[in-house]
């Protein structure tokens, strides 16, 4: 029995887990903390080292990573919050040091092919993930295939201008999605809002999160419920371009914002409507939550382990 070893690494914390080949159940699940002792790639050879099964042979490691990269030369280009990561060729070294094929994909991108191979979009042929948290990243499932593009930059659904000129966006761009619908953007606005004289019962705060905005919606805080109005519209008009270039089936929303519910998911679908240019990109449409939850990317990284090696696109 081989075993796949997959890996998640995230700003605070990197998590591996070993998984039989045909289970996906976990046998063994370790974390670390990102940041400490020695540099992440050594943090990070050390869990691979801890859940190293005694018995069966290692087939090979899968890792999800935040940043952008090349899945084919295993190389990641940037990752926030981790120095020297810049052009590191993570897939290599990894190769080097455990002897055994690895393979790396961007985390956004692997939360899609995990909700496609084991969770809501299980079924679905055309699928389109976002999340929505301090970010907004996604992947795009087109006839069954995670859509790469020529460098393994494609998916990238947070970074499309829906305001030229509008607040700096975290890539050094200006007006992108991110940077006016995602947590942050959301928690700015009521900020802003009430430095300008509105009022809201999240007056008085120092430190605005996009949960308070959202739990103050939930008890019909107007300006939050602007906030989250507001957000959702941007997502929704993006949201539209995305069902005209990609036409998916299903639409899953994943990450901390899309638990405001409702308070977010109808301005989505209210700014759908209002600019798909046919309604037949919205008959049978499915919109669902994601079901893998905070495991996005460690069964993402397990479902790239189960692809051929060498997929012919
Ligand atoms: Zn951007």
């Given at each position: 029995?081989t075993i796949i070893i997959?890996?998640?690494?995230?700003g605070?914390q990197?998590?591996?887990?070993?998984f039989?080949?045909?289970?996906?159940?976990p046998?063994?699940?370790?974390?670390?903390p990102t940041?400490?002792?020695g540099?992440?790639?050594?943090?990070?050879?050390?869990l691979?080292?801890?859940?190293?099964?005694e018995?069966?042979?290692?087939?090979?490691?899968?890792?999800?990573?935040?940043?952008?990269?090349?899945?084919?030369?295993?190389?990641?280009?940037?990752?926030p919050?981790?120095?020297g990561?810049?052009?590191?060729?993570i897939?290599?070294?990894?190769e080097k040091?455990f002897?055994v094929?690895a393979r790396?994909?961007n985390?956004?991108?692997l939360?899609?092919l995990?909700?496609?191979?084991?969770?809501?979009a299980?079924?679905?042929?055309?699928?389109?993930y976002?999340?929505?948290?301090?970010g907004?990243?996604?992947?795009?499932?087109?006839?069954?295939?995670?859509?790469l593009?020529?460098r393994g930059?494609a998916?990238?659904?947070?970074h499309?201008?829906?305001?030229?000129d509008?607040?700096l966006?975290g890539?050094g761009?200006?007006?992108h999605?991110?940077?006016l619908?995602?947590?942050p953007a959301i928690?700015?606005?009521?900020q802003?809002q009430?430095?300008?004289?509105?009022?809201s019962?999240?007056?008085?705060?120092?430190?605005?999160?996009?949960?308070?905005?959202?739990?103050?919606?939930?008890?019909?805080?107007?300006?939050?419920i602007?906030?989250?109005?507001?957000?959702g519209?941007?997502?929704?008009?993006?949201?539209?371009?995305?069902?005209h270039?990609?036409n998916p089936?299903?639409?899953?929303?994943?990450?901390?914002?899309s638990?405001?519910?409702?308070?977010l998911?109808?301005?989505v679908?209210a700014a759908?409507e209002?600019?798909?240019?046919?309604?037949?990109y919205?008959?049978?449409?499915v919109?669902a939550n994601?079901a893998?939850?905070?495991d996005?990317g460690?069964?993402?990284?397990?479902?790239?382990?189960?692809?051929p090696d060498?997929?012919?696109?």
């Open positions: 029995m997959a890996l998640d690494i995230g605070t990197i998590r591996a887990a070993a039989r080949r045909g289970s996906t159940t046998e063994t699940v370790q974390r670390t940041r400490g002792e540099t992440a790639f050594e943090r990070m050879c050390a691979i080292q801890s859940i190293w099964p018995h069966g042979a290692v087939e090979k490691i899968v890792v999800a990573l935040p940043g952008p990269l090349n899945p084919e030369t295993g190389v990641i280009f940037s990752a919050n981790i120095a990561w810049e052009n590191f060729p897939g290599p070294e990894l040091r002897g094929p790396i994909g985390d956004a991108n939360a899609a995990g909700e496609w191979r084991f969770g809501v299980q079924g679905h042929h055309h699928v389109l976002l999340t929505i948290s301090t907004i990243g996604g992947g795009v499932i087109s006839d069954d295939r995670l859509l593009g020529f930059l998916g990238e659904v947070g499309v201008t829906v305001l030229p509008g607040p966006c890539c761009q200006r007006g999605l991110e940077t619908a995602a947590g928690a700015r606005y009521v802003e009430i430095k300008g004289g509105a009022t019962s999240l007056q008085g705060k120092k430190k605005i999160t996009a949960r308070e905005v959202s739990e103050a919606a939930s008890q019909g805080d107007v300006l939050a602007q906030a989250l109005e507001r957000a519209t941007y997502i929704g008009q993006a949201l539209a371009s995305y069902l270039l990609f089936s299903i639409v899953i929303f994943g990450g901390g914002v638990f405001s519910g409702n308070l998911l109808g301005p679908k759908l209002k600019h798909v240019m046919d309604k037949s919205l008959k049978d449409l919109i994601a893998l939850g905070d996005a460690l069964m993402g990284a397990l479902a790239l382990g189960l692809l060498k997929p012919d696109n």
